[in-house]
């Protein structure tokens, strides 16, 4: 192969794997934060029973009875994960209604949605009114706190978007 053509598909070729490696597969610096209230002004109206974020197949990471010990039976209903993770595109919620004690199963994908820049941003779902809604809350300033009842407390001072919601 000649010099003249070995040189670009040298250069196409470290291209695409370097933007392969960029993208899903790199560690992006995020947080996931899950809450069965969107806020410390409402009191939770829900129990989540079990979650997990990213699909089966993606390694995300799950909380559920099995894996917590706690003397109510329950997880946490309230946590936050930080750190250099995979970036995962959809959260599976069960949980169980505090007025009926119904059980609700739903799942959200919304990778569409996301920024191509995860960097220093947050997903936050919560399950508050027996609806699964996800969030993000991204690392731009900005006062979108425009539903005090469901929104999270730092969307008073970052851009925060829905993601996802269920009926």
């Known amino acids: 192969m000649s010099k003249c053509i070995r040189g670009p598909l040298l250069a196409l070729f470290i291209s695409v794997w370097s933007t392969g490696c960029s993208t899903t597969r790199a560690l992006v610096l995020y947080e996931v934060e899950y809450s069965s209230s969107p806020n410390f002004k409402n009191e939770a109206d829900t129990d989540i029973l079990v979650f997990r974020f990213g699909g089966p197949d993606e390694g995300g990471f799950m909380r559920d009875l099995a894996t917590w010990e706690y003397s109510k039976d329950q ?25 009926d004690g119904q ?47 469901r929104m999270p407390s730092e969307a008073q001072q970052f851009k925060t978007v829905v993601l996802a919601e269920s009926n």
Not at 77 to 90: D, I, N, T
Not at 125 to 133: E, H, I, K, Q
């Open 75 to 99: 997880i946490p209903q309230r946590g936050l994960v930080g750190g250099y993770m995979k970036v995962r595109s959809s959260v599976w919620v069960k949980w169980r209604s505090k007025a």
């Open 103 to 149: 059980v609700h199963e739903v799942t959200a994908e919304f990778g569409n949605k996301l920024p191509r820049d995860m960097t220093n941003c947050r997903i936050f779902f919560t399950t508050y009114s027996n609806r699964l809604t996800v969030y993000l809350v991204t690392a731009e300033r900005g006062d979108t706190f425009t539903d005090p009842d």
